[in-house]
């Protein structure tokens, strides 16, 4: 496997060039399921096998699961702003940062935990969308884009998988070493 291949297993976020209501539904399934399947890649492993990473120079896999509570967490807000703000500029972290904070030594559950509650409040948050909250926008002040919660949900289903398929993908090397 090649580094941009372990560096985006899925490959990277393409953004969709249209929205179905097939897409939207897929996408809201992805975030539903995720907190389950990560707990389900990581039933088993130890300490030690956490603090692996996904490929040399990356994060270990204890990092990208805090990564996501935290990614996940800030997403909620983003969403929450633009369902109750006009077009808000939100507030960008440095994620390479935080992974270097205390917390990120903790183990998993907590974040797993965090990642079943947010889940939960996005699930019902995009179910109950009508097609103008799906349009409500906020701004990224780092690109300057202006995006649409459509987009958002798009963006967190591939986030989610992506991080998912590092999991994954490093827990199959487990496997076969043993």
């Not at 990277?12 to 389900?40: C, M, Q």
């Not at 807000?77 to 808000?88: G, W």
């Not at 935990?113 to 097609?131: D, P, W």
């Not at 591939?158 to 090397?173: F, N, Y």
Request: hydrophobic share 35%.
């Amino acid at each position: 496997m090649t580094d941009e291949q372990m560096r985006y297993p899925i490959g990277r976020f393409v953004n969709p060039l249209s929205y179905t209501a097939e897409d939207l539904r897929g996408w809201i399934e992805d975030i539903a399921t995720l907190p389950g399947k990560l707990r389900h890649a990581i039933a088993g492993l130890n300490y030690q096998e956490l603090d692996t990473p996904y490929r040399t120079g990356g994060w270990t896999l204890r990092q990208v699961i805090h990564h996501m509570a935290d990614s996940h967490m800030n997403s909620i807000t983003r969403i929450k702003l633009a369902l109750t703000e006009n077009n808000p500029v939100i507030k960008p972290y440095e994620e390479a940062d935080w992974a270097l904070l205390p917390d990120y030594r903790l183990p998993v559950e907590p974040s797993i935990k965090m990642l079943e509650g947010i889940h939960q409040h996005m699930v019902a948050l995009f179910e109950s969308f009508t097609e103008n909250e799906w349009e409500r926008t906020f701004v990224h002040p780092a690109s300057g884009d202006t995006i649409s919660l459509k987009k958002c949900l798009a963006t967190y289903s591939w986030h989610s998988r992506h991080h998912l398929a590092h999991v994954t993908e490093t827990v199959k090397k487990f496997v076969k070493a043993s």
